[in-house]
Nanobody
Framework: QVQLVESGGGLVQAGGSLTLSCAAS????????MAWFRQAPGKEHEFVAA????????YYDDSGEGRFTITRDNAKNTVHLQMNSLKPEDTAVYFC??????????????????WGQGTQITVSS
């Protein structure tokens, strides 16, 4: 059974940093592209970042470009999202997702096969 478990969320002041982690089990991580999506209160899911199977390519939504960094450790079956210079508008539940192919847009979320329960990030102003 595939499980993706996110951790690392919490409350942080604007300008602060957080690192989210996603622990994968029940699959061989190198077989999957990985992505982070988020859902803010009252809004739809939106793409945040994605990384290729080997980790050689990564993509970001414009809102996170230059502030967020997605990495992966296939040997440890983990994916991370380093988030710097956080803003109140980053407040959302963040989801880790896995798919056979790499997609990096909000309307491609359905192409990801597995996702976790999410972790809440709240950024105070």
């Amino acid at each position: 059974q595939v499980q993706l478990v996110e951790s690392g969320g919490g409350l942080v002041q604007a300008g602060g940093s957080l690192t989210l982690s996603c622990a994968a089990s029940g699959l061989t991580l190198i077989d999957y592209a990985m992505a982070w999506f988020r859902q803010a209160p009252g809004k739809e899911h939106e793409f945040v970042a994605a990384i290729s199977r080997s980790g050689g390519r990564s993509y970001y939504d414009d809102s996170g470009e230059g502030r967020f960094t997605i990495t992966r450790d296939n040997a440890k079956n983990t994916v991370h999202l380093q988030m710097n210079s956080l803003k109140p508008e980053d407040t959302a539940v963040y989801f880790c997702e896995a798919g056979k192919e790499l997609y990096y847009s909000t309307n491609a979320e359905d192409m990801y096969e597995y996702w976790g329960q999410g972790t809440q990030i709240t950024v105070s102003s």
